[in-house]
């Protein structure tokens, strides 16, 4: 799959964002998709996933502000984010993983990466 994000960018604290990722339509529900951020000098980590059949899970810090869902019209994964924090800034993936089920924020898999699209919060 080629996955390409679109969004992000700079914001005050406490603002929203909306990032984009464009996936083939297949994937929507053949694939675990899942929302990765990297902020300096750390690893990534999983902050909003989405399964097959539409069950989400959320990274603790983000739950009740990030809002992650797949709009068929448009053949994208969406994550809209809200109250943002400084620690929100971050480089935001988003990530595909054939097979749609044991999908969560900690999956352990073999991902195909967006580009990524950064967020910045001060």
């Known amino acids: 799959v080629q996955l390409v994000e679109s969004g992000g960018g700079s914001v005050k604290v406490g603002g929203s964002l909306g990032l984009s990722c464009q996936v083939p339509g297949y994937a929507l529900t053949t694939h675990c998709l899942v929302w990765f951020r990297q902020r300096s000098g750390q690893e990534k980590e999983g902050v909003a996933a989405?399964?097959?059949?539409?069950?989400?899970t959320y990274e603790d810090s983000v739950r009740g502000r990030f809002r992650i869902w797949k709009n068929d019209a448009a053949n994208s994964l969406d994550l809209q984010t809200a109250n943002l924090r400084v620690d929100d800034t971050a480089t935001y993936y988003c990530a595909a993983s054939p097979g749609p089920y044991d999908c969560t924020v900690d999956t352990v898999r073999d991902w195909t990466w967006g580009q990524g699209t950064q967020v910045t919060v001060s």
């Open positions: 989405i399964d097959g059949g539409g069950t989400t």
